[in-house]
């Protein structure tokens, strides 16, 4: 009998959707829980905000993180009363954080609470409108990093978020990213979008806001993860709690190394992937990165349902 190992990827900013979780909530006692826990933990209704919007509220920064961090534990508190457990797990840039919580790194209510500020020192470390992304398509890395440097002028823009190997965000000071997309289109980029986020995520502008995260990750409760969690920043493995607070650290204002990270997974033996959280982000990338791989995700529980036939779980 062939054995599944399952690795659970987390989303990051960007899934976020009125509504999310809202299926688990009222059917599933564990992520119920859970989002409760977040409402205690933060002072505030997320779950209000999460199922009933405003969108717009839902999409700053400050909401967005601890949002679609409750969403995906509690997605994953679903899956996990109904047996299925990951073997191995990693997360896209927030979706780190939601990894360590699923692994028994963090516990939750630290870690919504500390994404929370996340949110907060990212949006406050650059003036609104100062900063911007943009996703350059049909470019390998090499090629992107040259129209980096040709467009900055004295400005920052720099590699953000490595998706796959044509897929490739940048950020950095508006004008630079906007040079930058002009420079990709003549050079034959097959489509390079500007992104509708509020600040320049995962580039040096964003040191401000690690020196700020990390009085908070210093105070962050952390021990050895039970299940193994590759990184953002370098794709390694975090094992031992040792390794949780400077990976987090670092991975504010570096780039965001996905397709590394999918690969390390599939290297440590998963052969099952499946997303747990809002959005498929991360299963349309995966076709992109790991030849042949078993993608599928998990946003409701009718999806749930769908994954335990397709993986042979218990009902």
């Not at 109904?82 to 919580?101: D, I, W």
């Not at 509020?198 to 952390?222: I, N, Q, W, Y």
């Not at 030849?291 to 349902?305: F, K, M, V, W, Y």
């Amino acid at each position: 009998m062939v054995t599944t190992t399952i690795a659970f990827l987390f989303p990051g900013q960007g899934s976020q959707a009125v509504g999310m979780g809202k299926g688990f909530y009222e059917t599933s006692p564990g992520a119920k829980a859970v989002f409760e826990e977040a409402n205690a933990a933060l002072g505030f209704d997320l779950v209000r905000l999460a199922f009933e919007g405003p969108e717009a509220e839902l999409a700053l920064t400050a909401n967005t993180q601890p949002a679609v961090l409750t969403a995906s534990v509690a997605a994953a508190a679903a899956c996990a009363e109904r047996g299925l457990r990951p073997a191995l797990t990693a997360g896209h840039s927030l979706g780190e954080y939601t990894a360590l919580v699923v692994a028994g790194a963090l516990r939750f209510a630290d870690a919504v609470r500390i994404v929370r500020k996340r949110g907060e020192f990212m949006q406050d470390a650059v003036p609104v409108g100062t900063g911007a992304m943009a996703a350059i398509m049909g470019f390998e890395l090499a090629a992107v990093e040259q129209v980096c440097a040709d467009a900055a002028q004295g400005e920052v823009v720099e590699i953000a978020n490595v998706n796959s190997a044509l897929q490739i965000v940048i950020a950095g000071h508006r004008a630079a990213v906007e040079r930058a997309v002009a420079l990709a289109t003549e050079r034959g980029g097959k489509m390079s979008v500007m992104l509708p986020v509020s600040a320049p995520f995962h580039c040096s502008l964003m040191t401000p806001a690690g020196a700020k995260l990390a009085r908070e990750l210093d105070a962050l409760p952390v021990v050895d993860p039970a299940l193994p969690v590759v990184r953002n920043v370098d794709a390694g493995v975090t094992r031992k709690a040792e390794d949780v607070r400077p990976f987090l650290l670092r991975q504010v204002a570096s780039p965001v190394r996905w397709t590394d990270c999918v690969r390390r997974l599939a290297e440590e033996g998963a052969t099952a992937f499946v997303e747990v959280g809002p959005g498929r982000v991360l299963t349309g990338l995966l076709r992109r990165i790991v030849n042949g791989a078993r993608g599928q995700s998990i946003e409701d529980p009718t999806s749930l349902d769908k994954v335990l036939s397709a993986v042979g779980g218990p009902g």
